[in-house]
């Protein structure tokens, strides 16, 4: 096969008509642009407003739920066991928030293989006081450290260092809504009330922005020790283990298993948070979707141009034909010519999308709600650019398919004789 | 004569097309190696569509085809445009030079495509054949820059780029003035008397034919004489 003489009837044959093939690959360009620019937003934003929720989620919680005993006296009695007891207005009875020997649990998951680190926390309602009203809250009692490394929580501490909480005593994070409310700058003493009537003073180091506005109002961190000394408990007390995984998908095997191993209750990520992966998946839809239809009107345009051309080069078919080039030569020639339009359209798409990406990616874009963010998110992955250039070769090929084969089967007979 | 290059065998077409219409009927002739051949008849008698039987570009036929002793019956599409390269030169009424490229590239294009040269040894054989009809000149121009005489002279320089063992003419001159034509004719001659070259040219013209060493004469999709 000779190629080099193919490929130098294309190129002659391009350059004949370079303005339509200009066209042609300016449609293709555009699109590949459009794709790139869309997707890489799309993605941008959907890594973001997944990182608010996600990155802060542990991947398996162990926590210990308030439930009902499953045991009931009346099933224990020999008379009842053989049928259904339908027993009302059952309540929980001795049931206790903390995690039944932490300790051991923290140490055995801290030595699982598929488990990238582990953070005990400890979760509990508080009043805030100020002046005569009290403001219901929770606080989290965390280790700084391990919350940070696993969970991205510096990246949200706005104001203050989160260290400070384990390195001052008595000290407290609050939520930047929260902290508007009470009016407490950084280094005030603010005052709170456990549930069980304790008065203590605590020391705000650091406000607290999470990007949900709702979740700021009620929200403060402090650290495991200061939060154990709040409510009177032992250095073992913790009401959560949040286990990050090093396989996301994991979670939910893992979970099961954790569950069943170390009598607690626990929830994988995927049922806390399914509704983010719907809507990261649809999001993810509707960008591909309209990427490829444009690519598919650019593809019809390829096809009109070569169709154009092989109608105009009829002649120049029936002859080369007529002196010994065989149909798939013919079939090539066109063949390369769109390959061609799809590759150098494609390229410089790919460039303009990048150009187009990085001015997204410079465009402001502040908002109260995500303090880390001062423009636009965009995703710079190089899958999306992969899938670019491949779907404008597929359509590219697809569309010179069917004028290559109709060229390749031109009867040199017909043509001659037609004159 | 030397040996036989083009054997007709009981060639009969039909087109169907609305009818059944019988164009040629048990044709069998051959030509043999530094023949000059014409064939001639009235308008519709079915020359031209012998000669595409014979140039292997229609193969809706029954009969067989021999090009250098070798059967076409049956041979695939590849195959025959492998033969039409290698063994026909073919020389239109209307020129069909390709006019994306130069004069010298459309001589070049049909020994590119036999790959049995390199390039350089192509364009020099392409330059010889040029300067052999007195083309040189005009190598280098866009061939839709030149004259139709010297269209129909850059196709003749075409058709012997790989020295094919027959060239087949469907009127070269027909569409060219008598000055253009006398040209052409004698460029045939000398490629007959002087290279040796097996012709084989439909004509309308009889004053052509009657030049030439053999006319094959046809009526009725018959060969009459």
Redesign the interface.
């Known amino acids: 096969m000779?190629y080099k003489?193919i490929s130098s009837?294309a190129l002659?044959?391009l350059?004949?008509r370079w303005k339509q093939t200009l066209v042609a690959a300016v449609g293709v360009m555009f699109s590949i642009t459009m794709f790139i620019a869309l997707l890489g937003f799309m993605n941008g934003l959907n890594d973001l407003l997944d990182g608010l929720i996600l990155n802060r989620t542990a991947h398996v919680r162990l926590y210990s739920e308030v439930k009902i005993n499953p045991n009931q006296p009346i099933d224990r009695v020999n008379r009842f066991t053989s049928g259904h007891n339908f027993i009302r207005s059952i309540k929980p009875t001795n049931s206790r928030q903390e995690i039944y020997n932490s300790q051991a649990i923290l140490q055995a998951i801290r030595k699982d293989e598929r488990v990238l680190g582990v953070a005990p926390k400890i979760s509990a309602p508080l009043f805030f006081n100020t002046g005569t009203v009290d403001i219901t809250g929770v606080v989290n009692g965390i280790d700084a450290e391990a919350e940070s490394r696993l969970f991205h929580f510096a990246d949200y501490v706005t104001e203050g260092r989160p260290e400070d909480i384990a390195d001052i005593p008595n000290s407290i994070i609050l939520g930047k809504a929260l902290a508007d409310k009470l009016m407490a700058g950084i280094g005030d003493l603010i005052y709170v009330t456990t549930p069980g009537g304790e008065r203590f003073p605590l020391k705000v180091v650091g406000y607290f922005q999470s990007g949900i506005q709702e979740f700021d109002k009620t929200q403060s961190y402090a650290s495991l020790g200061t939060t154990q000394k709040l409510f009177g408990r032992g250095k073992s007390y913790i009401t959560d283990i949040q286990v990050k995984l090093n396989d996301l998908e994991s979670a939910p095997a893992v979970a099961k298993e954790y569950q069943r191993l170390f009598q607690v209750d626990a929830e994988d990520i995927q049922t806390a948070n399914s509704q983010f992966e719907t809507g990261s998946f649809v999001r993810s839809l509707i960008s591909y979707a309209v990427g490829i239809t444009l690519l598919i009107v650019s593809g019809f345009g390829i096809y009109n141009i070569l169709n154009m051309m092989i109608y105009e080069k009829m002649?120049?078919i029936?002859?080369?034909?007529?002196?010994?080039?065989?149909?798939?030569?013919v079939n090539r020639i066109f063949i390369l010519i769109a390959l061609s339009i799809g590759v150098s359209g494609g390229l410089a798409g790919l460039l303009f999308g990048l150009l187009a990406s990085v001015g997204i990616d410079h465009i402001p874009f502040n908002t109260a709600a995500l303090p880390t963010i001062t423009t636009y998110p965009v995703n710079y992955d190089l899958v999306y650019y992969a899938i670019g250039l491949g779907f404008s070769l597929v359509t590219t090929y697809l569309a010179g398919l069917f004028p290559a084969s109709k060229a390749s089967h031109i009867?040199?007979?017909i043509i001659?004789?037609g004159? | 004569m030397g040996q036989v290059v083009l054997e007709a065998r009981h060639i009969n077409k039909s087109f169907r097309d609305p009818v059944t219409v019988k164009v040629l009927k048990d044709i069998n002739f051959k030509v043999n190696k530094g023949e000059f051949v014409s064939m001639m008849g009235k308008s519709g008698c079915g020359k031209s569509t012998l000669l595409y039987i014979l140039s292997t570009m229609d193969t809706d036929f029954e009969g067989d085809l021999l090009i250098d002793q070798e059967s076409t019956k049956g041979k695939n599409e590849p195959h025959l445009a492998r033969i039409r390269n290698e063994k026909i030169g073919f020389v239109f009424q209307f020129h069909y030079l390709w006019n994306e490229f130069t004069v010298l590239r459309n001589v070049m294009l049909p020994g590119l495509k036999l790959n049995k040269y390199s390039e350089k040894e192509i364009e020099h054989n392409a330059m010889e054949r040029l300067k052999l009809l007195g083309m040189q000149d005009l190598a280098l121009k866009q061939a839709n820059r030149i004259s139709g005489g010297e269209k129909q002279r850059v196709a003749l320089a075409r058709a012997m780029i790989n020295d094919p063992l027959i060239i087949m003419g469907d009127e070269p001159t027909g569409n060219l003035d008598k000055k253009n034509s006398q040209i052409v004719f004698d460029i045939f001659k000398e490629m007959s008397e002087e290279l040796n070259q097996t012709l084989l040219i439909v004509t309308h013209d009889p004053e052509f034919a009657a030049k030439t060493h053999r006319i094959i004469e046809m009526e009725d999709g018959r060969i009459v004489s």
């Open positions: 000779n003489l009837i002659s044959l350059l004949a002649d120049s029936a002859i080369l034909k007529a002196t010994g080039f065989s149909g798939k030569d009867d040199p007979v001659i004789r004159k």
